[in-house]
């Protein structure tokens, strides 16, 4: 059983950082896709960033140059470095996996099965 666990969130205020751990368990995310979703209260889900099959980073524009996406095979972790987090950063943030077999194929991690239960962020001004 696949189970994806965040953890990290809290409240901030503007200006400060914030790192999100994402444990994942049943699968081994080496190899495939993941990345880092968030939704505030009324609006759509957004991607915040996310890791390709190809390991490149990518980032909505929204945080580059603010937040970082990594993660550590050995740990079977998923990590979101957040900085100068602003106001409208504030929302429930989640991690999706995707093994690389679908990854390979183009499907967008975030039609992926395998989420956590997402970790709340806020940020006051």
């Known amino acids: 059983q696949v189970q994806l666990v965040e953890s990290g969130g809290g409240s901030v205020q503007a200006g400060g950082s914030l790192s999100l751990s994402c444990a994942v368990s049943g699968y081994t995310i080496s190899g495939g896709c993941m990345g880092w979703f968030r939704q505030a209260p009324g609006k759509e889900r957004e991607k915040v960033a996310n890791?390709?099959?190809?390991?490149?980073?990518r980032y909505a524009e929204s945080v580059k140059g603010r937040f970082t996406i990594s993660k550590d095979n050995t740990k079977n972790t998923l990590y979101l470095q957040m900085s100068g987090l602003k106001p409208e950063d504030t929302a429930m943030y989640y991690c999706?996996?995707?093994?690389?077999?679908?990854?390979?194929?183009?499907?967008?991690?975030?039609?992926?099965?395998?989420w956590g239960q997402g970790t709340q962020v806020t940020v006051s001004s």
């Open positions: 999706a996996v995707a093994p690389s077999w679908y990854c390979s194929r183009g499907y967008p991690v975030e039609n992926s099965a395998y």
């Open positions: 890791i390709g099959i190809d390991s490149a980073a």
